[in-house]
């Protein structure tokens, strides 16, 4: 449900007081669907302490989204993501967890859970999130050098060069080098 927004009052002019809204404002608006806009924001301030490498404060600010709404696939992904650099590798999984069951086709979140399970030694259950990846279509980038560096791991060194091979040709991990 969209929190109510007070608008300005209407002016004498012709304009409608819609009108005077930013145009990105509006469009925020209209596109949160049931989110509201303190959510919004201060979801958008995690990001942007995340995008500094405040992961502390970024996590704070992505559990205070999660209160506000707790249905919030992107504010579960993205304190997965803080969580994970702070390291708070339970948090991280906690958060990856809850994003997959709200949008089990987030790939991104499952990539950041297969990584977790990866680093908390839970190989099996990093393993069937790959595979259950690999099933859905191309693998992506991260999915693909953990499944390498967990094929190395298990001495399977040629399928691994063929991951790290795949990995290297791929177009974004091109543009990367």
Known sequence: MLTSVKLPPPSTGRKSSYTRLRPVALARMLALGGMSLAHADVLEQGKAQLAQDNYEEAYGLFVRAIEATPSSVDAHYHAGVAAQAIPDLKKAKQHYSEALKRHAGHSEARAGLAEVHYALGERAQAKA??????????????????????????????EALAEFRQLRASSTYAQRA
């Open 129 to 158: 999130l790959i595979d259950q990846s690999a099933k859905e279509g191309p693998l992506s980038d991260r999915l693909r050098y953990l499944k390498a560096t967990m094929l190395v791991d298990d001495g399977k060194t040629g």
